[in-house]
């Protein structure tokens, strides 16, 4: 009977709502735009290394290496960023085996390098950040825009496939080192729809990972050339060293091969 009862009653206060009319229908979503302009300062802190000669030469454009480091290297003081990579061949007074100083002779007589801190161990590179430093540097300095290179080793891989995925068209050539891509980013350059795709397709890419890499798997590496391969990318290449782990980074940059391999590339309009 109690059960009854409460059936009644809200069958009760049912009847007693007010019918809604036409006029107190809910109002349909209408389009807006909410925005403001919003004006920062972005950019990192950087080692700047110009090469031989480029007081001495005039009106003469010089070629770009921009290298991104690994987490390891992040913080506030600039100068840990030459613990690998190009800006370690070219640190003054640096202990360098033979192959490696002839690497740094081909980066100092050849290259202007520009290489970013970013400031935070755990952060990302982000690319709007590293464009505006390119952006400050092609604006303060004699370099050649259509031979614009770019590599990264680790966490700094990780930023040079994102802008090679997304800003293809700024650079001539993208070594990605020990890295991997934002997945959503590598299917969009397969089917073609990810920006200035035509770019991606004439970009040179080569990517450099150990086997034996226990830090980034090298899958992060190979599915990513598969997919750009698939997508119609005709310059990439994929060399992985069977014997070596995540520092795979010390062999590629201290060969000259590499460096005659960026030379070859300009970069090429949409």
């Known amino acids: 009977m109690k059960n009854t009862f409460q059936l009644l009653l809200l069958v009760s206060c049912v009847g007693l709502l007010p019918s809604m009319s036409a006029a107190d229908a809910v109002p349909a979503p209408k389009a807006v735009t909410l925005q403001q302009t919003i004006t920062r300062t972005a950019g990192y802190e950087a080692?700047?290394?110009?090469?031989r000669g480029y007081e001495r030469s005039g009106e003469r454009r010089w070629p770009?290496?921009?290298f991104l480091h690994g987490s390891g290297e992040s913080g506030a003081d600039?100068?840990?960023?030459?613990?690998?990579?190009?800006?370690?061949?070219?640190?003054?007074g640096a202990a360098l085996n033979a192959v490696e100083a002839t690497a740094a002779g081909i980066l100092a007589e050849g290259f202007i390098v520009v290489s970013p801190q970013c400031p935070d161990e755990g952060l990302a590179w982000e690319?709007?950040?590293?464009?505006?430093?390119?952006?400050?540097v092609l604006a303060s300095y004699r370099v050649d825009p259509d031979r614009?290179?770019?590599?990264?080793?680790?966490?700094?891989?990780?930023?040079?496939?994102?802008?090679?995925?997304?800003?293809?068209?700024?650079?001539?050539?993208?070594a990605p080192?020990?890295?991997?891509?934002?997945?959503l980013d590598a299917l969009n350059a397969e089917d073609g729809t990810a920006q200035h795709a035509a770019a991606l397709r004439r970009l040179g890419i080569w990517v450099f990972h150990g086997?034996?890499?226990?830090?980034?798997p090298v899958g992060e590496a190979t599915r990513v050339v598969e997919l750009l391969v698939k997508g119609g990318a005709k310059d990439v290449?994929?060399?992985?060293?069977p014997d070596r782990g995540h520092d795979v980074w010390n062999d590629v940059y201290a060969d000259p091969k590499f460096y005659d391999w960026l030379l070859q590339h300009r970069r090429s309009p949409e």
Do not use: C, E
Not at 129 to 134: E, I, K, P, Q, W
Not at 211 to 216: G, H, L, Q
Not at 237 to 241: G, M, V
């Open 177 to 183: 080192i020990s890295g991997g891509a934002n997945l």
């Open 127 to 136: 690319d709007d950040r590293v464009l505006a430093l390119l952006d400050t």
């Open 237 to 241: 290449k994929l060399t992985i060293n």
């Open 64 to 66: 770009l290496l921009l």
């Open 78 to 92: 600039v100068q840990r960023v030459a613990v690998n990579g190009p800006p370690k061949l070219l640190r003054p």
């Open 211 to 216: 086997a034996k890499d226990d830090v980034v």
């Open 148 to 174: 614009v290179y770019l590599t990264g080793l680790s966490m700094g891989g990780y930023g040079a496939w994102s802008l090679a995925l997304r800003h293809a068209d700024r650079f001539a050539a993208v």
């Open 47 to 51: 080692l700047l290394s110009l090469p």
